[in-house]
């Protein structure tokens, strides 16, 4: 309890909170000239980074693979798999009080690399793959009395139960759904319409605004949230 009123009170002085904060794709190599990955460009992530340090918190960016210049004032960690990312973020977890996992983590890779480039006769029409872990679910279940856990969902449909299902099952304070079918918003696209979602009850739709706008009023949603626990 003393750990939790300690982080709460904290939020009082933002300076003195460690925010975490994941970013952009990650890349599944096939060979030594293929890979599996998906169009996330990190800008969400980017911007919360940001947002977060122009609030006052000390922030680190754990980021996949962008073509984005490394914010002012944050340490960024760069990191390429799936696999990086989960040793990366579990090496910062504990010191953090506000984590939030916005990069677009592959679910899978292959099972083996071929440390040579397969030709276009040897490539196989069916690649083998295994699972990769689930950072988000690994936070969830390590997460200690007063830290804050903050999920992403990227759907096509069914936003809001999908979102709802993985806050529960994932063990997470919040979490921020968007419909990435929509072509004006989402992947690559400096706009984004997002819901988020609390574990308390909480749910605001965030229309479609710039990403910075859209950081802004995530992380001063959950600020107003976590003070109101402090009082």
Not at 62 to 88: L, Q, T, W, Y
Not at 98 to 112: G, K, Q, T
Not at 145 to 152: I, R
Not at 168 to 193: P, R, T, Y
Request: include cysteine.
């Amino acid at each position: 309890m003393k750990r939790s009123h300690c982080r709460h009170q904290s939020l009082k002085n933002l300076s003195s909170i460690n925010c975490l904060i994941s970013a952009g794709p990650t890349r599944e190599w096939i060979d030594p000239v293929r890979y599996l990955s998906n169009p996330s460009s990190g800008k969400m992530g980017y911007a919360l980074a940001e947002v977060a340090r122009d609030m006052g918190m000390m922030v680190k960016l754990v980021s996949g693979p962008v073509n984005i210049p490394a914010p002012e004032g944050v340490k960024v960690i760069g990191v390429e798999s799936a696999i990086d990312m989960k040793d990366a973020i579990l090496a910062e977890f504990e010191k953090a009080d506000l984590v939030i996992m916005a990069a677009a983590v592959s679910d899978h890779r292959p099972e083996a690399f071929s440390n040579r480039k397969w030709t276009k006769e040897e490539f196989p029409e069916q690649l083998r793959m295994v699972r990769n872990p689930d950072i988000l679910k690994l936070l969830g279940e390590a997460k200690k009395e007063g830290q804050v856990l903050v999920g992403f969902a990227a759907e096509t449909h069914d936003v809001l139960p999908s979102a709802k299902r993985k806050l529960a099952d994932k063990k997470l304070d919040w979490i921020v759904a968007n419909d990435v079918s929509k072509s004006d918003c989402g992947f690559a696209s400096d706009q984004n319409e997002v819901l988020l979602v609390g574990r308390n009850g909480f749910e605001k739709e965030i229309y479609l605004a710039d990403k910075r706008v859209i950081a802004k009023e995530i992380l001063h949603a959950i600020q107003s949230s976590w003070l109101e626990k402090a009082l």
